[in-house]
T-cell receptor, first 114, second 114 residues
């Protein structure tokens, strides 16, 4: 089954404790992206990647890191999480870097930073 | 700043009534436009997209949207609401301001009354 998977689905952590949220897709997509969803703000793009070893900042990259060492994986790293990073996070992928491509979303990771 | 505006954070309609969800974007160059739907506790999935072909775009589940360049709008409609349409709807654009960012609106939650 073609899908985007994220792990963990739910995470509670404390301020300053490094964490990684994994994202993997099995569709051989080139483009991958991370979003955070907050009430009243919709989805805001954190980082995106056009291909392996190619990443770029979205609108809200502060406090996050990403890497793209393999085509299928695009982990999101929070080096020192803070309470304002409490949010619902979505990973998405699309076939190519074309702007008209449909993005396929993972099920989401709900993060609470205490 | 480039933006996407969805008018109305909540819309309530009766079952069988017309659904109209509004989306306006700010860009001097027509971008690529999308409507995504998010059902409770799920990721987003594509309803329809405009990619500079026909201005009236038909999507899944009976939804359609019309791109109006003069109004910079891409409103989503469905002639007859069904209970299963209750969800949150997001308008998104890509191609604004160059680059490969995607910008989402804040979302409109649709309630359908029996």
């Amino acid at each position: 089954e073609a899908q985007v998977t994220q792990n963990p689905r739910y995470l509670i952590t404390v301020t300053g404790k490094k964490l990684t949220v994994t994202c993997s897709q099995n569709m051989n997509h080139e483009y991958m992206s991370w979003y955070r969803q907050d009430p009243g703000l919709g989805l805001r793009q954190i980082y995106y990647s056009m291909n392996v070893e190619v990443t770029d900042k979205g609108d809200v990259p502060e406090g996050y890191k990403v890497s793209r060492k393999e085509k299928r994986n695009f982990p999101l790293i929070l080096e020192s999480p803070s309470p304002n990073q409490t949010s619902l996070y979505f990973c998405a992928s699309s076939f190519g870097g074309s702007l008209q491509e449909t993005q396929y979303f993972g099920p989401g990771t709900r993060l609470l930073v205490l | 700043a480039q933006s996407v505006t969805q008018l109305g954070s909540h819309v309530s309609v009766s079952e069988g009534a017309l659904v109209l969800l509004r989306c306006n974007y700010s860009s001097s160059v027509p971008p690529y436009l999308f409507w995504y739907v998010q059902y409770p506790n799920q990721g987003l999935q594509l309803l329809l997209k405009y990619t500079s072909a026909a201005t009236l775009v038909k999507g899944i589940n009976g939804f359609e949207a019309e791109f109006k360049k003069s109004e910079t709008s891409f409103h989503l409609t469905k002639p007859s609401a069904h209970m299963s349409d209750a969800a949150e709807y997001f308008c998104a654009v890509s191609g604004i301001g160059g680059g490969f960012k995607t910008i989402f609106g804040a979302g409109t939650r649709l309630f359908v009354k029996a």
